[in-house]
């Protein structure tokens, strides 16, 4: 799409505040669903987003990949904290 560094960076950087913002979140839901459910909607969310990732073009908009990868980002940050936790 011929982004810069900073660019890509800047572009990803959403997703990575949306993980980061929703690990005390998981880990809260975490103390009172258990591990299963969590992984269960969060590995969905992420499944069906990343194939939702192939319909992009190179007419995709800056804020609309940003869109996509901040929500992809939620079912990380739902599905990682927990399913890596030994109980």
């Known amino acids: 799409m011929g982004y810069t560094p900073m660019e890509t960076g800047l572009m990803m950087m959403p997703m990575a505040l949306v993980t980061?913002?929703?690990?005390?979140?998981?880990?809260?839901?975490f103390d009172k669903f258990?591990?299963?459910?969590?992984?269960?909607?969060?590995?969905?969310i992420v499944?069906?987003?990343?194939?939702?990732?192939h319909t992009l073009s190179l007419d995709t908009s800056y804020r609309h990949l940003q869109?996509?990868?901040?929500?992809?980002?939620?079912?990380?940050?739902?599905a990682t904290m927990p399913l890596t936790l030994r109980e």
């Open 20 to 29: 980061g913002f929703m690990m005390p979140i998981s880990g809260k839901l």
């Open 34 to 44: 258990g591990a299963f459910w969590l992984g269960i909607i969060g590995m969905s």
């Open 47 to 53: 499944v069906v987003v990343t194939y939702y990732l």
């Open 67 to 78: 869109i996509i990868l901040s929500i992809r980002a939620v079912g990380l940050g739902l």
